[in-house]
């Protein structure tokens, strides 16, 4: 259990999946469903999945192995700073000095709060609002602030109790979010400040921990199990989209749409721990496909890059006559070329950048694990 964790198959594609929602949400407006609340959704699912599941194996260790409290938090924020750092503070330098010469300049982008990881409580608390093309920062945010609190909660707790934590996050931000609906908060707050974005990220963690290890049933996690859960998914969308009109005249109808976000990220998690679990499956290998994985590896820089590319990329009316493009496909060719920049602005990044980075990853945890050695190795010295 304290060994390395096998590689789950399909993750990068679910995160290609996740940042094309995203995508879709930001600049096609998909209205019919909340895309992009689906797509950040899944990306705290993956996360929730798999640093936590590497927090509680690491207090396994802590417990087998007699493996240093010190260096294994010094390794996981190492991982963290060497992913999340580079590219994101990098690009709000330029964003600030754009900011203060041409860019947007009569918005005011709280590019501050971003740089102190508190985006989501400026959009939600501060600024009542999503100004600008960086207001999807917020939740980079609120990744960060799990990361902040994740390793203490699990790595001085033990491990049998972890998946008793993650059910007591879930259940108090249930509550607390569905208290937000009810004292009638504004959506900003509730999208980008609510407890429930951390209870989905527990709700990824408990996956890892109970769900994704526990021995399967003969037919278990059947065909019915996923098409259950698609099914659920988009129930649960489609309720939460229209749910302005069947919450009026029914009591306790402002909380409706809490009830449906909480329905719909339970369902999310039903068909993640089907994917975790169902390894053989055809949609485990449409999502290993060579160019969905490769879009989930660079969805990092894509995810940040992608709303700045400008929305009227491709609006150019004089190449559109020169080529007889025709009126109805000038938005899907101008949403073509948005997509396709921000790909290659996510490859460039990847290729001189993070890829480049991570690579200090390993020589790093040798020589923290080295200068921290197990309790065990350490007595005998």
């Not at 049998?160 to 934590?165: F, Q």
């Not at 996923?226 to 009109?245: E, K, N, T």
């Not at 990853?361 to 005998?380: D, G, H, M, V, Y």
Request: hydrophobic share 55%; net charge positive.
């Amino acid at each position: 259990m304290a060994g390395v964790e096998r590689r789950v198959k399909g993750l990068d594609g679910l995160r290609a999946l996740a940042v094309v929602l995203v995508f879709l949400s930001h600049k096609a407006h998909v209205d019919a469903i909340d895309a992009g609340k689906i797509g950040v959704w899944l990306f705290f699912l993956i996360s929730g999945y798999l640093i936590i599941g590497e927090l509680h194996r690491n207090r396994v260790r802590i417990e087998q192995h007699g493996a240093r409290t010190a260096a294994l938090l010094y390794v996981f924020f190492m991982k963290r700073t060497l992913r999340i750092f580079p590219v994101y503070y990098l690009l709000l330098v330029a964003l600030t000095v754009a900011h203060a010469s041409f860019y947007q300049r009569d918005v005011d982008l709280g590019l501050v709060w971003h740089f102190v990881f508190l985006s989501n409580y400026w959009i939600g608390a501060v600024h009542n609002g999503w100004p600008g093309t960086v207001s999807h920062f917020w939740s980079l945010a609120v990744e960060q602030q799990f990361y902040l609190v994740a390793p203490f909660a699990l790595l001085f707790v033990r491990a049998s109790r972890h998946l008793a934590l993650c059910a007591v996050v879930i259940a108090a931000a249930a509550f607390a979010h569905l208290a937000l609906y009810r004292e009638g908060a504004i959506a900003p707050l509730i999208y980008a400040f609510s407890p429930w974005n951390f209870a989905i990220l527990a709700l990824g963690g408990a996956l890892a921990m109970g769900g994704a290890r526990v021995p399967l049933r003969p037919g278990a996690l059947s065909a019915a199990w996923f098409v259950g859960a698609c099914a659920a998914i988009a129930g649960f969308a489609l309720a939460r989209a229209d749910c302005a009109d069947c919450a009026a005249g029914v009591p306790s109808g402002a909380m409706l749409p809490g009830c449906f976000d909480i329905g719909l990220a339970l369902s999310l998690g039903a068909l993640f721990l089907w994917l975790v679990r169902r390894q053989d499956s055809v949609l485990v290998a449409v999502l290993e496909v060579r160019p969905l994985a490769w879009l989930g590896t660079i969805s990092y820089g894509f995810y940040l890059f992608h709303n700045i590319v400008p929305a009227r990329l491709g609006v150019a009316p004089g190449l559109y006559a020169r080529f007889h493009v025709p009126d109805a496909a000038q938005p899907v060719l101008a949403l073509v070329l948005q997509f396709s920049l921000a790909v290659l602005l996510a490859h460039l990044s990847w290729q001189m950048l993070e890829k480049r980075v991570l690579e200090w990853k390993r020589p790093l945890e040798t020589a923290i694990r080295n200068r921290l050695p197990t309790r065990a190795a350490a007595s005998r010295t």
